[in-house]
């Protein structure tokens, strides 16, 4: 699991509707990357995990890419936003195991945030923060 304020590193492969991805791929551009680890997906936490983000997609969009990362295909998330990690390698790198949480990569690649579980007040503050 990577510590907070460390660069995140990589893991894959992460499959979604653009194809085969890896983590470092993902993250690589000039903005912040929020992560909803959500693990199976099959319960009311990962839901609200879920709604969470894309609230943070719809407040702050310009400034974060959102991405729904889950263990299997059967979990909540758009075509749009909803990456699989079959393997488990990404979960095991952002710190999700079983418990759905959300994780925050700065433009420089480290590891900002994670909120296991998460509030959207602690993640609003977060970015009031940043982007302020």
Not at 50 to 59: E, I, L, M, S, W
Not at 86 to 98: C, F, V, Y
Request: charge should be neutral; charged fraction near 20%.
């Amino acid at each position: 699991m990577t510590a907070i304020g460390y660069r995140l590193g990589d893991a894959g492969p992460l499959t979604g509707p653009r194809g085969v991805i890896r983590l470092h791929e993902l993250i690589a551009h000039t903005g912040h990357t929020l992560l909803a680890t959500i693990g199976e997906g099959a319960s009311a936490k990962s839901d609200e995990v879920v709604k969470t983000a894309r609230h943070v997609a719809d407040r702050f969009g310009p400034h974060v890419k959102t991405f729904i990362v889950a263990r299997n295909a059967a979990a909540s998330g758009s075509a749009e936003d909803l990456l699989i990690d079959a393997t488990g390698a990404a979960h095991s790198r952002l710190g999700g195991g079983e418990e759905p949480s959300l994780c925050v990569v700065r433009p420089d690649g480290h590891l900002g945030l994670r909120l296991t579980p998460p509030t959207l007040p602690a993640v609003e503050a977060y970015f009031a923060r940043i982007l302020a």
